[in-house]
C-alpha cells in the first residue's frame, strides 16, 4: 500500500532538492546583486501575492483531486476539465483583486509596476496547478517533476548568462517566462499519461456542488496564506522597515522549503486517504511514523547548519537570519503534523471544520504580530509563528479525535 506513495514522495523529494539547489543559487545571486532593501521589497511582492495564488486556487486543487480520485476513465477527465474551469474564474477574480492593491494601497507606490508583473502570473500558476490535479490524482508525480525543475532552471541560466543589472521589473520579468515554458512542458507530459482531453463547456450542476465542497477549503487557504506569509511581511515592512524583512523572509524561505518534504508526501498519499475502501487508520499511522522519522533527521541538522546556510546563501550581512530560522524550526515540527493530520480531516469531508481552524489561527497571528513586531522585532514575528502552528496543529488533532469516536 505504501509502496508507491513513497516512491512518488522520494522522487518528488530528489525534483526538490534540484529545484533546492537552484533556489539557493537563485537566493544567492538575488541577495548580491538586488541589495539588502530591494531584495526586501521582492520578499513583500512575493508574500502578499501568495495569498492571491490562494484567491486563486480556492480549495479548488485539494477538493478536485479528493473528487477525481473517486472516479475512473471518462468522467475522472470531465472533472478535470470542470475543476479548470473553477480554477481559471477564480484566477481572474484574483487577478482584480490584486490589482485593486496595487492602484489602492501606498505600501506598494515605489513598486506598482514590478507588483503587476508578478501579479500576472497568478493565471498561469493557476493553470499549473489545474495540471497538478491530473498528475496527483493519476501518481504520476515523477513526471510533475520535471516541470518543477524548468521553472527554476530557466530562471537560474537567465541569471548565470545576464550581463547588465537587475532590477524587480527584470526579476519578475524573466519569472513570468520560465512559468510560461514549464506550463509547456507539463502540457505535453499530461497527454501522455491520460491521452486527449476534449474540450468542454462548463457543467453548472457540477459547478455548483463543486465550489459549495471547495468554499471552505478555499477560505482556509486564504488564511492560511495571510498567516503565513502576508500578516507578518506587512506589519514587519510597516513597523521595522524592509531591511528588516530581508533578514526575516530568507529565513522564512529555508524554512519554507524544509516544509515540502512533508507536502510531497501528503500529497502522494492524499489520493489513497480519499478513496473509500482504503484502510485508512493504517495508512495514517504508517505515515506518522515516516513523518516523526523525517522530523528527527531535519530538524537538528538544520540548527546546526544555519550559520553556514545563511552565509553560503547571502553573506554576512544577513547574520540576523540564523537565530530566525533556528526559532522557526520548532514551528516545523507542527507544520509536519498539520499536514498530515489536516488532509486526512480533509479526505473525510472535514473541510469546515479546517476552515474554523484557520480562521483561529490568523487571529491568533494577527494579534500575536501586532503585539510582539514593535517590541520584540523580527525574532517575535517568529515567535509568533511558532505560536501558531502549534495552535493550528492542536486543533486539527482535536479534531481528528473526534471525527473517528
Avoid at 537552484?22 to 495569498?51: A, C, E, K, P, Q
Avoid at 492571491?52 to 483531486?65: C, E, M, P, Q, R
Avoid at 482531453?197 to 462548463?202: A, D, E, S, V
Avoid at 509563528?385 to 496543529?393: G, H, Q, Y
Wanted: proline share 2%.
Amino acid at each position: 500500500m505504501m509502496k508507491k506513495p513513497i516512491l512518488n514522495t522520494l522522487v518528488q523529494v530528489g525534483g526538490k532538492v534540484v529545484t533546492v539547489l537552484l533556489s539557493l543559487v537563485t537566493t544567492g545571486i538575488l541577495t548580491r546583486r538586488l541589495g539588502v532593501s530591494v531584495y526586501g521589497n521582492y520578499m513583500l511582492i512575493v508574500s502578499i501575492f501568495l495569498l492571491f495564488d490562494s484567491l486563486a486556487d480556492f480549495g479548488t486543487k485539494v477538493i478536485g483531486v479528493r473528487e477525481a480520485s473517486r472516479e475512473s476513465g471518462e468522467e475522472r477527465k470531465n472533472i478535470y476539465i470542470q475543476v479548470a474551469w473553477v480554477r481559471l474564474i477564480a484566477s481572474l477574480l484574483a487577478f482584480l483583486g490584486g490589482l485593486g492593491l496595487i492602484i489602492f494601497w501606498s505600501g506598494l507606490r515605489t513598486v506598482q509596476w514590478e507588483a503587476l508583473i508578478a501579479l500576472s502570473m497568478i493565471s498561469f500558476t493557476a493553470m499549473a496547478g489545474s495540471l497538478e490535479i491530473i498528475f496527483q490524482t493519476e501518481m504520476r508525480m515523477d513526471l510533475k517533476v520535471w516541470m518543477d525543475i524548468l521553472f527554476p532552471l530557466t530562471f537560474v541560466i537567465m541569471l548565470l548568462i545576464w550581463p547588465g543589472t537587475i532590477n524587480l521589473i527584470w526579476v519578475f520579468g524573466v519569472y513570468l517566462g520560465a512559468r510560461i515554458l514549464s506550463l509547456g512542458l507539463g502540457w505535453n507530459l499530461i497527454k501522455k499519461i491520460i491521452g486527449k482531453i476534449k474540450f468542454k463547456k462548463w457543467d453548472k450542476a457540477f459547478l455548483k456542488s463543486f465550489i459549495k465542497e471547495a468554499w471552505p477549503m478555499g477560505i482556509y487557504m486564504i488564511l492560511f496564506s495571510g498567516y503565513d506569509r502576508a500578516v507578518d511581511s506587512i506589519l514587519i515592512k510597516q513597523f521595522i522597515g524592509s531591511e528588516k524583512l530581508a533578514f526575516y523572509g530568507l529565513a522564512y524561505k529555508i524554512y519554507g522549503n524544509l516544509i515540502q518534504p512533508a507536502y510531497f508526501f501528503v500529497n502522494s498519499i492524499f489520493p489513497m486517504m480519499s478513496i473509500k475502501e482504503t484502510n485508512k487508520k493504517s495508512l495514517f499511522w504508517k505515515s506518522t511514523g515516516l513523518m516523526l522519522l523525517g522530523i528527527l533527521v531535519v530538524a537538528p541538522t538544520i540548527y546546526f547548519l544555519s550559520p553556514w546556510i545563511i552565509r553560503i546563501l547571502a553573506g554576512n550581512e544577513f547574520g540576523e537570519s540564523v537565530l530566525i530560522l533556528r526559532i522557526l524550526l520548532v514551528a516545523m515540527v507542527f507544520a509536519y503534523i498539520s499536514h498530515l493530520v489536516g488532509f486526512t480531516v480533509i479526505a473525510r469531508g472535514g473541510q469546515k471544520q479546517i476552515l474554523i481552524i484557520g480562521l483561529v489561527s490568523l487571529t491568533v497571528n494577527i494579534v500575536g504580530n501586532l503585539i510582539a513586531i514593535p517590541r520584540f522585532g523580527i525574532v517575535g514575528a517568529a515567535w509568533v509563528t511558532v505560536a501558531t502552528e502549534s495552535i493550528a496543529a492542536g486543533l486539527m488533532i482535536i479534531n481528528l479525535r473526534k471525527s473517528t469516536r
